[in-house]
Every structure is written in C-alpha cells, then in structure tokens.
C-alpha cells in the first residue's frame, strides 16, 4: 500500500507509491547525445573562459594556462553579478533588487566526460577544497548571505557542458528553502533539545534499512521521505552547522563516500542524471548553530507533472528502502582514470 511519509525536518508530505511497483532495476541506461565543437573547459582551451579565480595547479605553471588539475573560473553567462549593488527598490506591490552575487564554475578534471564516480579520491578530496576554499573566500563580501555549491549531471538534470563540474552561486537573500530547514531544525531542538539531523542519524544507524554506506565521518542514506527515486543524502556525523569548518579527516571520508555512491549509482543506471546540492548555515548573518549541514544528491528519473506542480507534493515510485538496498548491494566494477597529483599543498 502506498504512503504518505512526512520529512522530519520541513513541513513536507511525500507520496511513496508503492502501488506503481518501479523497482530498482526497472529503470534503464539513459542514453545521452554528445556534443560537438571543442570544450572550453579542457586543458589548453583556458583562453575560452574567463580569467581563473583560482586554481590548483603545478608549481610553476602560470595562470590560465594548462598544468592544473582544479580550477575556478566565472561563469561566462552568470545569473548574478559581482558588480551590482543590492538595492531594494518597490515597482507598486512588487519588490525589485539588482543581481547581485557571484556565479562560479568549479572544473572538476582536466579529464573531458568523466565524472566524480571515476575520478582518484584523491581528486575528489581536491574538489571539496576548491568548494570549501571559495566558500570562505566569498563569505568576506558582505553583501553575501548564502552560499550555493550545486552540480547538475546529464541534460535531464540540466547540464549544458559534458565535461564534468560544479557551480556556484552567492546570493544577498537567504534561499527559502534553506529558511524552511532552519526553522525546522530550530523548532524541532526547542521541543527536543536535540538536533533532528542527529537523530535521524542515530535512527537510520539503528534501523539500517535505508543506509547505503556507513562511513567514520559521514552517513550515507536514503532519506525517509525521499522525494525522487535514489534520492540520496551525505550527512556528516559531527553536528556541525557550517561546511566551511570541515576538516581534512572528514575531507578524506566525504570524498570517499561520495565516489563511492555515485559509482553505485552510476553502475546500476548508466548515465544517470541528476542535480547535487550542498545545503548549509547562511554566512554574515547571526549564526544558527541549530543547523546541520548536508548534501543531497537529486536523481532525475521522474519527470514533475500538474500534481507535483499544483500541490508541492511529491510521488516517488520506489521506495527508500528499495533503493538503498539495491545500492548498498551494487559493486563497483569499473575502473578509474587514474592521474598522479603533483605537489598539492594543502592549508587548513
């Protein structure tokens, strides 16, 4: 029978439908078009993109040049901008301010299609300090008060450069979404004097149903509420409320798990799309230590329809529990593009 499942931490209400029986292994290859034309973001292409923010890369090579293995650059075609002033303005009832932020392109490889399932872990370890790194350095400016790290996989999920990376965008204004968790997660520890992500921690170890991998540092699950079939979250086990205080222990730990259930997942469903999300504590505003930081990963194997769309509710056809077990049960047989990192020097 079907379920109406409620998220812990939001007022949200999911439909698990059951009774549309989509097991794990019912869905199939997606089959993705290649592009044509040279990609900007390979190595020896850095004249196509805009002048680098930053970059690890080899002792001796120069900026916006090959001889690196991250790096961040603007985005070409930026949602927001650095240089708009946020000033708030009434046009009769509606409410209008400049795009302020900042839109950033983190590549994730010099490696063209590959993607964070087939990298090193070590390489991984590097992306999460590229995102960390220009996490507190945005945090300087002021004006900005949330920090997005996201990445789209496939064009289901959105993406429109094959070559694999992430974005980031900083905003002036606090995402409703992450709003709603904070509330949440305030509401539920002035009830419980505890912190809800904790405890849905201590609850999925306890149950194990929905858990995919169970790391030192961070938890792998499908959230009880899952909003989309393999919905996934990576949860770091420490309450901490901000990702910029990650530490190079749980870097090692989160790079590794995250390879790890993107493999799974990419090994049961070849190509399959999907949008990741990072959701953490907002910056220069008071600090909300009721919030635990987390990210999502978003498989786009359903498509939102007039119910979804007109009630906010969400059907998801398999079942959490389906799901984590078909991953946890999913061996990884492929292998790596392996690439030997020269002289990365860390700083934490």
Not at 8 to 30: C, L, M, N, S
Not at 203 to 222: K, M, P, S, T
């Amino acid at each position: 029978m079907s379920e109406w499942r409620k998220d812990p931490i939001v007022d949200r209400w999911v439909i698990i439908a059951t009774e549309r029986g989509k097991r794990p292994f019912d869905y199939k290859e997606i089959v993705e078009e290649k592009k044509a034309g040279a990609c900007p973001l390979c190595p020896g292409n850095e004249g196509q993109t805009p002048p680098e923010i930053m970059a690890f890369r080899e002792v001796g090579s120069e900026k916006d040049t090959p001889g690196w293995w991250v790096r961040v650059v603007p985005n070409k075609f930026p949602a927001v901008m650095v240089e708009a002033q946020p000033f708030l303005r009434q046009r009769g009832i509606y409410s209008v301010m400049n795009g302020t932020g900042a839109h950033e392109v983190i590549v994730e490889s010099t490696l063209h299609e590959p993607g964070l399932d087939s990298q090193t872990e070590k390489q991984v370890e590097e992306v999460i300090w590229a995102w960390r790194d220009r996490s507190l350095d945005l945090r300087k400016d002021p004006r900005l008060k949330y920090i997005q790290i996201f990445k789209n996989t496939g064009s289901a999920a959105g993406a429109s450069l094959e070559h694999t990376h992430s974005q980031l965008i900083a905003t002036p204004l606090v995402p409703a979404e992450i709003r709603q968790e904070m509330e949440g997660m305030r509401e539920y520890w002035i009830r419980k004097g505890s912190c809800v992500m904790c405890d849905v921690i201590r609850q999925e170890l306890a149950e194990r149903e929905r858990v995919v991998i169970d790391g030192r540092h961070f938890l792998v699950f499908a959230p009880f509420a899952s909003r989309f079939p393999f919905e996934t979250w990576l949860v770091p086990k420490e309450h901490q409320h901000d990702f910029g205080q990650i530490r190079e222990e749980q870097v090692k730990d989160l790079a590794s798990a995250l390879r790890a259930v993107l493999r799974k997942m990419s090994v049961m469903i070849k190509n399959i799309p999907y949008n990741m999300v990072l959701h953490t504590a907002p910056v220069n505003c008071p600090e909300d230590r009721h919030y635990h930081w987390h990210l999502k990963i978003l498989p786009r194997l359903t498509v939102m329809a007039g119910f979804e769309l007109g009630t906010g509710y969400y059907i998801n056809p398999t079942p959490p529990e389906l799901a984590a077990h078909a991953l946890r049960e999913t061996q990884e047989v492929y292998p790596l593009h392996e690439r030997p990192l020269t002289e990365v020097h860390r700083y934490v």
